[in-house]
């Protein structure tokens, strides 16, 4: 905790935003410290505690979930319905890595989430939209339809949008 402090305190310091790999195999309280050093993202979070999950309630910080690494792991998922719940901003991404999470597939990880990590379809369009702009300090010109935004947006072949999760990894 005290080297990522002195790392990310640098990199701070040097002007640079942060994100922090955070709790992830064990809890090491760096979802507090991310909050504290004001990063941009708490990633993984599947160790989290309680007092980490108060931490990012209270914060501009984004916690980023991954729930292909815990598919992969064969681990318990990082607590959303928890994190939802204490009102901290929850993204949703793939953490494409060859280690613990090799997909690129984000509708197929958005089935992960709504079966085994308890979010609503409202809660899963905002972590791939604004919520996942949030996590990288692009919510400014990305993450919503809107006037003045830019405007990144694909159209799908379904009617609704909790079809892009239904069909698993189609």
Known sequence: LEEGRRI???AKSLGLKTKVHAD???N???ASLAVELGALSADHLLKISDSGIAALSKSETTAVLLPGTAFYLKAPHAPARKLLDSGARVAIS??????TSMTLNLPAVL???ALYLG???AELFASVTYNAARALDLHARKGTLEAGMDADFF???FARFEELYYRFAW
């Open 24 to 26: 992830e195999l064990s």
């Open 8 to 10: 990310l305190s640098a």
């Open 94 to 99: 793939t953490d494409f890595n060859p280690g």
């Open 155 to 157: 159209v799908l072949p």
């Open 119 to 121: 979010m609503t379809r």
């Open 111 to 113: 089935t992960i989430a």
């Open 28 to 30: 090491t309280e760096s």
